[in-house]
């Protein structure tokens, strides 16, 4: 070996346990990132022509999410569910789901988001929140009986 490559093949093996050691570092640190968690705050009786607060508290981790990309209350009769989207159609844009009428919900702080809501006629009704945040979707919905 010439004095040349005696000299450079340390800083090869250097470079190689630093580069190997930062992936195992990076591997570690790049985890999957905790879900959203999305708790409904609905209440499950309201009455016709009251004024309802819509709500959701969103998480991740121990920590409210005030900067979700999407948050959206959809409702409905639960005689007249929407139709899906098919399989081809993919995930629904916050478009659409408008163009169906869902409504866009506001941060209110400490990771919740609200729409104001007056249902029209008694019945039970599903209320679904759509929420996207970062890469992460979630859709939780429960049901509301209007007297």
């Given at each position: 070996?010439?004095?040349?490559?005696?000299?450079?093949m340390p800083f090869i093996?250097?470079?190689?346990?630093?580069?190997?050691?930062?992936?195992?570092?990076?591997?570690?640190?790049?985890?999957?990132?905790?879900?959203?968690?999305?708790?409904?705050?609905?209440?499950?009786?309201?009455s016709v022509e009251e004024?309802?607060?819509?709500?959701?508290?969103?998480?991740?981790?121990?920590?409210?999410?005030?900067?979700?990309?999407?948050?959206?209350?959809?409702?409905?009769?639960?005689?007249?569910?929407?139709?899906?989207?098919?399989?081809?159609?993919?995930?629904?844009s916050a478009d659409e789901?408008?163009?169906?009428?869902?409504?866009?919900?506001?941060?209110?702080?400490?990771?919740?988001?609200?729409?104001?809501?007056?249902?029209?006629?008694?019945?039970?009704?599903?209320?679904?929140?759509?929420?996207?945040?970062?890469?992460?979707?979630?859709?939780?919905?429960?049901?509301?009986?209007?007297?």
């Amino acid at each position: 070996m010439s004095g040349q490559a005696r000299w450079f093949m340390p800083f090869i093996v250097l470079i190689l346990l630093t580069v190997g050691c930062s992936y195992e570092e990076q591997s570690a640190a790049g985890e999957m990132p905790e879900m959203i968690k999305v708790q409904l705050m609905i209440p499950d009786k309201v009455s016709v022509e009251e004024d309802v607060a819509l709500q959701i508290k969103l998480t991740q981790g121990e920590q409210p999410v005030n900067d979700a990309d999407h948050v959206q209350f959809q409702v409905w009769n639960e005689q007249d569910e929407p139709e899906a989207p098919s399989f081809d159609q993919g995930m629904m844009s916050a478009d659409e789901l408008e163009s169906r009428g869902a409504t866009k919900a506001v941060s209110i702080g400490d990771g919740i988001y609200e729409v104001s809501y007056t249902f029209q006629e008694p019945g039970v009704y599903v209320v679904q929140a759509h929420v996207t945040s970062g890469a992460m979707h979630t859709m939780p919905r429960t049901k509301v009986t209007v007297e």
